[in-house]
């Protein structure tokens, strides 16, 4: 086995860099095309989409979304992981089980429901992004809250942390809060990355629902404005790796980047 | 003491359950409010029966496809011999380009291939060449292939790079100090011990593609017949007559992705079984 | 003629110089270790031979051929991992035959000679499990079997029972010995072990930091030590720093004592000097009058099972003797003792030779 360099695997690494990058050098350069000549180079598209103010709208809606989906989504999984962990091993089949639900209902197929079951709910639930989406993002986000936040649990050796803060006379809260929280932080903040770049880009579900969130508006501005929509294009790539980038260094920890549910 | 975890089973009852279980059950459901089969029965019809042949077709190249392309780039990366920062790129870039997906991954692809896209262009005028004068076009079935392509070859190069690590380097040299080639050290050694993985990996692509609606429905604005856009035309309120259709047509996605799901799981156990 | 040689063999790693030029001949039959420490070099030098790594100067030979461009697969050798080198997939039957499977030989003639060579370690009935439900012991067995199935003209083994526990080591390093005897098959062990090394070689090379400091047969290595390394490695040894006082009757002089020590013949008068002594030697008796012994006090006993070691300060310098228990009981800490041992079982080191002192070598025990 040769140390030194292999030629073959380098230049097929290569040639794949350039069939990925390719697309993403390609709309760089229509973010630079006039709307009017349809040919390079203005800045008017990046004007364009900063001025408009549902732009800004849109941003703001999704991002509160990923911040509320987090947020419900680490209250309802820290608690139930920790315990899984601590006293109910019996129950991780289960969890696992429901994990791969996703796999066989897909957003596609989840909105079906969703719509039909919460049609009749009172508007200030239904008509809300606020409450409507968030609800169904925390079902999606969830098998990749847990995995991170098990694979964060899983590295600290829970039992005795947990037997160690109560032999020095710790109370639940305590041992929860002090003991246990700061150590599973990188898994919870790889779990809440995650969600962001899901719920920044999950598109199925908000447009089907009719909600005008960020994909969706990138959507409206692809099927009205052309050029425009790839200076979006960019800052939604520019999201989702900043998005990962931060999981990889937060996740020094333990948890690993995984695949979202943007398609 | 399970206290701790009944609020999220809860959740997920209300949640996923419910509206899982009214899909099932509504896909079941007449005008009228009887029970019938004939819901399941139109799916047989065009244009769905067109719609899921041709999900199962698309799904099945971006698998295999992806999954081909996605093994050799995963192993050209992890393999001695190549430089270890290439590696780290290539980890980061897949975890970013598999959630590369949907509106935006459309966009770009419009913009590089499309009717005025960079490399149309750049092929039209400098190699003299229009791909799109000679029966090629974006949308379509093959534009879909291609641009689900883009996450489905970063998706297997995350599934397999474990499986791919797990192959000990001492499996290698053992079988070169036995005479072996490397074509039969493969042969004999690497691929029968990744096969569980790499089917599993296939698996899941092919769930992944078959579930995909986002980046179809950017591509095409809905003109390509698949199932998941079939679905989306019923929500948006294009099929007037029987609500019940798009109910059967998510019972008949669900179907397909639980006959992949029942032949993933044995596979990833066996998988692990030999991750030591 | 030789059947393994390394001529001026050098490997190195960036800045790091794994192996410095070493030289070495094995014979047919013979079974050599590498001994050392890690990152001496043993490692790197086996892999070299085998061919899993090629050399950045110098030259292998195998059976006085050339081998040093040649691939691991067609050099004819044989080895045996440390650990997880069995292939997952394949039964204890399928991982010894695979070799033979390769050359195309027949199923017939193969399924004969992979139950010959598990009966011969002892696996008879083990044939058709897989590795994961196998020991560690076994799991080496089934190694050891395949790397002969290929009836190899050197066997090399890198550290093969340092996952093992502490008795399957016992049992199975007897066991390859054994074995390499019956077959008579040129063999390369590598180990940190020097228990190890000592009991079943015919030779053993200790490196250090990429050179070779001694080859010798195993009672040499232990008893006539030739650089201060060897004998820190090797074994519990007193180190002692002396002088020559007398080249003509064979005296040395340490902390204002001369005490008698044969080697010392011939040398030059006032030549600084390593001391060296077993433990096992040395006797301790309580402190006569006489003021011609090396005097000292007791610091501590450390049982050991078959004998008590015991600690002495003498001087400015720390003694280990090796004493029966019942030797031991009457020599309390704290009590005088005078120290002395046979003028013939003492070696002496040149200081002036090996450059620096043997307290700068960092792996000291």
């Known amino acids: 086995m040769r140390r030194r360099i292999a030629p073959g695997a380098v230049v097929w690494l290569l040639v794949a860099a350039a069939y990925f990058l390719i697309p993403l050098v390609a709309t760089s350069i229509y973010s630079l095309r006039s709307n009017e000549t349809g040919t390079c180079c203005t800045l008017a598209n990046y004007g364009e989409i900063i001025h408009d103010p549902a732009f800004w709208k849109s941003i703001r809606i999704s991002f509160v979304l990923a911040l509320e989906t987090i947020v419900i989504g680490l209250v309802l999984l820290v608690p139930t992981v920790y315990w899984v962990n601590l006293k109910l091993p019996r129950l991780r089949p289960v969890i696992g089980f429901l994990a791969l639900i996703p796999f066989v209902v897909p957003p596609i197929v989840y909105v079906v429901g969703l719509l039909d079951v919460f049609r009749d709910t009172p508007d200030w639930f239904y008509a809300k992004p606020y409450g409507f989406l968030v609800v169904a993002y925390v079902i999606l986000a969830f098998p990749y809250i847990y995995f991170a936040l098990d694979a964060g649990f899983r590295a600290i050796d829970v039992h005795t942390l947990t037997e160690a803060s109560q032999s020095l006379g710790a109370s639940w809260r305590t041992t929860l809060g002090r003991v246990i929280l700061p150590n599973i932080r990188g898994a919870a903040l790889a779990g809440a990355l995650l969600t962001l770049a899901i719920v920044m880009g999950e598109y199925t579900i908000a447009s089907l629902a009719t909600f005008d969130t960020f994909p969706v508006y990138i959507q409206y501005v692809n099927e009205n404005k052309g050029f425009p929509a790839s200076a979006l294009v960019l800052l939604s790539f520019g999201i989702t790796w900043a998005a990962m980038v931060a999981i990889v260094l937060a996740g020094r920890g333990g948890a690993q980047a995984q695949v979202g549910g943007a398609r | 003491m399970w206290l701790g975890t009944l609020p999220f089973f809860a959740y997920a009852l209300v949640f996923l359950f419910l509206p899982a279980g009214q899909v099932m059950v509504g896909a079941f459901r007449d005008v009228e409010g009887g029970f019938t089969l004939d819901n399941l029965r139109t799916l047989f019809d065009e244009p769905y029966r067109t719609g899921f042949r041709q999900s199962i077709e698309v799904s099945l190249v971006t698998a295999l496809v992806g999954g081909l392309l996605g093994f050799l780039i995963a192993y050209a990366a992890i393999r001695e011999g190549t430089p270890r920062f290439l590696r780290s790129a290539l980890t980061t870039f897949s975890a970013v380009a598999a959630n590369f997906g949907g509106i935006p991954l459309a966009f770009a692809f419009i913009a590089t291939l499309g009717t005025i896209g960079v490399v149309t262009q750049f092929m039209t005028e400098q190699l003299g060449w229009n791909p799109y004068d000679h029966g090629f076009s974006l949308f379509s079935k093959t534009g879909v292939e291609l641009a689900y392509l883009y996450f489905q070859i970063p998706l297997m190069v995350i599934v397999m790079s474990p499986a791919i690590d797990g192959l000990r380097r001492e499996w290698r040299e053992a079988a070169a100090s036995l005479g072996a080639s490397s074509f039969q050290f493969w042969r004999h050694i690497g691929v029968p011990i990744l096969m569980p993985s790499l089917l599993s990996a296939v698996i899941l692509l092919f769930g992944n593609s078959f579930a995909a609606y986002a980046t179809a429905y950017g591509l095409t604005a809905g003109f390509v017949n698949l199932v998941p856009i079939q679905i989306g035309f019923y929500l948006s309120g294009d099929v007037l007559d029987n609500p019940h259709l798009g109910q059967a047509l998510a019972v008949g996605m669900f179907v397909v992705l639980a006959v992949m799901m029942l032949l993933y799981v044995p596979l990833q156990r066996r998988a692990s079984r030999w991750a030591r | ?365």
Not at chain 3, 210 to 221: K, L, R, S, Y
Not at chain 3, 266 to 293: C, F, I, K, N, W
């Open chain 3, 1 to 365: 003629m030789a059947t393994v040689e390394l001529r001026e063999l050098r490997r190195v790693f960036g800045n790091l110089v794994a192996l410095d030029g070493i030289d070495l001949a094995i014979e047919s039959g013979e079974f050599l270790s590498f001994l050392g420490p890690s990152g001496c070099g043993k490692t790197t030098a086996l892999r070299l031979v085998a061919g899993f790594d090629r050399p950045t100067s110098g030259r292998v030979f195998l059976g006085g051929k050339d081998v040093t461009h040649v691939g691991p697969n067609r050099r004819g050798i044989g080895m045996v991992f440390q650990a997880y080198s069995l292939f997952p997939n394949m039964t204890a039957e399928g991982n010894v035959g695979f070799g033979l499977k390769v050359r195309k030989q027949p199923r017939d003639s193969r399924g004969r000679r992979v139950a010959e060579l598990l009966e011969l370690v002892g696996l008879g009935d083990a044939a058709k499990r897989y590795p994961h439900q196998l020991s560690g012991g076994m799991q080496q067995r089934v190694a050891l079997a395949r790397a002969l199935a290929i009836e190899p003209e050197v066997l090399l083994l890198d550290e093969p029972l340092s996952a093992l526990d502490a008795k399957v080591r016992l049992q199975l390093r007897d066991e390859i010995r054994r074995i390499q005897i019956r077959l008579g098959i040129t063999t390369i062990y590598v180990t940190h072990d020097q228990e190890e090394a000592l009991s079943i070689s015919d030779r053993v090379a200790v490196l250090s930091r990429g050179h070779i400091e001694q080859i010798a047969p195993p009672a040499e290595i232990y008893g006539a030590p030739a650089t201060p390394f060897v004998a820190e490695f090797v074994g519990t040894m007193n180190r002692l720093e002396a002088t020559i006082a007398d080249g003509d009757r064979g005296e040395v002089e340490h902390g204002g004592t001369r005490v008698a020590v044969d080697a010392a013949r011939g040398r030059r008068r006032g030549e600084p000097v390593l001391l060296l002594v077993r433990p096992e030697t040395v006797e301790l008796s309580a402190a006569g009058v006489d003021g011609h012994d090396l005097i000292g006090e007791v610091l501590s006993h450390t049982f050991l099972g078959a004998v008590t070691r015991i600690k002495v300060l003498a001087g400015d310098a720390e003694w280990s003797a090796d004493l029966s228990v019942e030797s031991a009981s009457v020599l309390p800490v704290g009590s005088r003792v005078s120290v002395r041992f046979p003028a013939a079982s003492a070696q002496l080191l040149s200081l002036a030779e090996s450059g620096a002192s043997p307290a700068a070598h960092p792996d000291g025990r």
